[in-house]
């Protein structure tokens, strides 16, 4: 296999031409809003390395970060389950008794931490997607499972997932820079919580060499989503390793490298002291000399986690002729309405990344305050469908609880928004899932109140008696 290898010089040229280009455009140095972060240099910030030592990883780290951050009083929210919360105290205690019964441990960059609005926390969309509020709880959905997306049962070997005919995806590793409460992967993704035992796919050769030899012997497999956790974790020999072995597959035709890093830690992608990139860019044109499709794909929610860094990124990407598509969720209170919506997908398309898929939030423990009923997704896109110009305009899809794959939203067979229960078929999965009749379930209302028709499902009845026995306990 033949790779060229981009110069340390040419990445430091990128590189100073991000800190020049930002110099000469007077952009912000947003990261100075946090008051522990006031003095932190441009060229400090820009650093992965710097990103990487100062990520907030344990709950200590966030009491201290969020001690040193936020003002002593705090703004109020427009969610009534807050309105206690009026102090710095207030909140830290709530978010660490958040984060107790989260399915998820908590890791977040400079960067993401920096685009959140300190001074108005409570209803601040980025917050809402990493940093848990006890208060904000809502129990869970009763046919909610840790695995609603069934992977671990469709999985060929630990770690590939074999759902579509020709298409798996390949779960490298198990970490993240950044850990998102709404994780599908919760069952496996990133440390043990108090509440889940996590069944973790560690970057190990033997496991991989399992993964590669189904791969290898299955033909019928052209593509290939390299995931996690996130191929961010993934060592720059590891992405060569990985590409140059799916690249040698003859019937490997494409595969993507799955990485919300670009969100969380842009700046990496110009770092001159860093090679994931170039190791990147290194496979995709082998690819190209192959006559095969690599590219990456990404995980932007909100239009605030968008910088002048992000922009540089990307544009440094792009000239690179990569090929970068992004894939939202969508989450109530960050990004469920027309115009945050519309405003993410016009912000991707300038930034030359491709709106690929909006999904409905999967069933995941611990996030029911998260979660919107599908009306909600089928009315965005209705909406927004002749607003945009239709090849930047994403498929809308529900993730099936199941494993029956994904499907547009708009293609259910019954949806009763009273029950909140909607129907759909995957006809071209394999075997018995073909005939199979998949159940999404909307979230049930937060305030208990039944809709008309909810009070008869049984579902509903369940859930209250849950309900009824959280607040007991
Ligand atoms: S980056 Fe992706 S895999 Fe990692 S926690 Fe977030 S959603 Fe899960």
């Not at 240099?41 to 970060?65: C, G, H, I, M, P």
Request: proline residues 6%.
């Amino acid at each position: 296999m033949r790779f060229q290898f981009s110069s340390s010089r040419f990445l430091g040229n990128q590189f100073r031409s991000l800190t020049n280009n930002a110099q000469s455009l007077a952009q912000d140095p947003y990261w100075q809003k946090v008051p522990q972060w006031e003095n932190i240099t441009r060229e400090d910030f820009l650093s992965y390395r710097w990103q990487l030592a100062n990520t907030v990883s344990n709950t200590e780290k966030l009491s201290k970060f969020l001690s040193a951050a936020l003002p002593q009083t705090v703004f109020p929210s427009s969610d009534p389950r807050l309105e206690h919360i009026k102090s710095k105290d207030d909140f830290v205690a709530d978010a660490l008794g958040g984060l107790s019964t989260a399915p998820m441990a908590i890791r977040l960059t400079p960067h993401i931490l920096s685009v959140i609005d300190w001074s108005r926390p409570l209803d601040d969309p980025i917050r809402r997607q990493f940093i848990p509020l006890k208060s904000a709880f809502v129990p869970d959905h009763p046919r909610l499972t840790l695995d609603s997306l069934h992977e671990k049962a469709d999985s060929a070997v630990p770690g590939l997932v074999h759902r579509y005919p020709d298409k798996a995806l390949f779960l490298a590793t198990s970490i993240c820079p950044v850990y998102c409460r709404f994780c599908t992967r919760s069952y496996a993704v990133g440390g043990n919580t108090d509440t889940v035992s996590k069944t973790p796919q560690k970057p190990s050769r033997k496991r991989w060499e399992a993964v590669f030899n189904h791969i290898e012997h299955n033909a019928a497999i052209q593509d290939i989503v390299v995931s996690g956790g996130d191929a961010y974790y993934l060592q720059p020999e590891d992405i060569k390793e990985i590409g140059a072995r799916l690249l040698s597959i003859p019937h490997i035709r494409r595969f993507r490298f799955a990485t919300k890093g670009l969100v969380v830690a842009p700046s990496r992608t110009c770092d001159p002291n860093d090679t994931w990139t170039s190791a990147l860019i290194d496979v995709t044109n082998e690819g190209r000399r192959l006559g095969k499709h690599v590219c990456l794909h990404t995980h932007f929610n909100h239009p605030n986690e968008i910088t002048w860094v992000t922009r540089e990124a990307t544009n440094d990407l792009f000239k690179k002729g990569l090929v970068v598509r992004n894939q939202s969720v969508l989450l109530k209170g960050v990004n469920d309405d027309v115009e945050t919506m519309g405003r993410l997908i016009r912000e991707l398309a300038d930034m030359n990344i491709q709106p690929y898929y909006v999904y409905q939030c999967d069933l995941v423990r611990g996030i029911e305050d998260l979660r919107t009923p599908l009306r909600t997704i089928l009315d965005i896109e209705q909406r927004l469908r002749g607003t945009i110009a239709g090849f930047m305009m994403p498929s809308f899809v529900v993730d099936l609880p199941g494993g029956g794959g994904k499907r547009l939203a708009a293609t259910y067979e019954m949806y009763n928004p009273q029950t909140g229960v909607s129907t759909f078929r995957a006809p071209g999965l394999m075997g018995e899932k073909a005939g199979k009749v998949y159940e999404y379930y909307d979230p049930f209302p937060t305030n208990g109140v039944a809709a008309v028709g909810m009070e008869e499902s049984e579902s509903f009845n369940s859930w209250k008696a849950h309900v009824g026995q959280v607040a007991a306990n």
